[in-house]
């Protein structure tokens, strides 16, 4: 786990960088900064990336943008069928989170809705 210093620098970057344009939240938002933390916690940096940091081939950037809320909560439940949608190949298949808990779900959809690219 890397730590306060990794959510405060994610934040600073996301703020600074305009990414905050997705969905009307604020860095203070509870479900906003839980996510950050379910996304680090998930390890989701080694398949995607925010702002450059992580694996490059899967940025996150602007997520908001390309998918909506629901589309997202599938990547998130369901990518088995999602990847079959889109047709993605990308290797290794994403795997499905169904065990995180709802409210950790919820925060990290309010994370990935925040971002968009400016």
Same mark, same amino acid.
């Given at each position: 786990?890397?730590? $306060?210093?990794?959510?405060?620098?994610?934040?600073?970057?996301?703020?600074?960088?305009?990414?905050?344009?997705?969905?009307?939240? +604020?860095?203070? /938002?509870? +479900?906003?900064?839980?996510? %950050?933390?379910?996304?680090?916690?998930?390890?989701?940096?080694?398949?995607?990336? %925010?702002?450059?940091?992580?694996?490059?081939?899967?940025?996150?950037? /602007?997520?908001?943008?390309?998918?909506? #809320?629901?589309? %997202?909560?599938?990547? !998130?439940?369901?990518?088995?069928?999602?990847? #079959?949608?889109?047709?993605?190949?990308? $290797?290794?298949?994403?795997?499905? @989170?169904?065990? !995180? =808990? +709802? /409210?950790? !779900? #919820?925060?990290?959809?309010? @994370?990935?809705? =925040?971002?968009?690219?400016?």
């Amino acid at each position: 786990m890397m730590g $306060r210093a990794w959510l405060v620098g994610t934040l600073a970057v996301a703020v600074g960088s305009g990414l905050l344009a997705g969905r009307p939240v +604020a860095a203070q /938002d509870p +479900a906003f900064r839980r996510g %950050i933390q379910v996304y680090e916690e998930q390890r989701c940096a080694l398949c995607h990336a %925010i702002a450059g940091k992580g694996n490059v081939k899967g940025p996150l950037d /602007d997520i908001a943008g390309r998918l909506t #809320e629901e589309q %997202i909560r599938l990547w !998130l439940l369901d990518p088995d069928t999602m990847a #079959e949608k889109t047709k993605a190949e990308r $290797r290794p298949p994403m795997p499905a @989170y169904s065990d !995180l =808990s +709802a /409210d950790d !779900l #919820e925060a990290l959809i309010t @994370y990935m809705l =925040s971002l968009a690219r400016m």
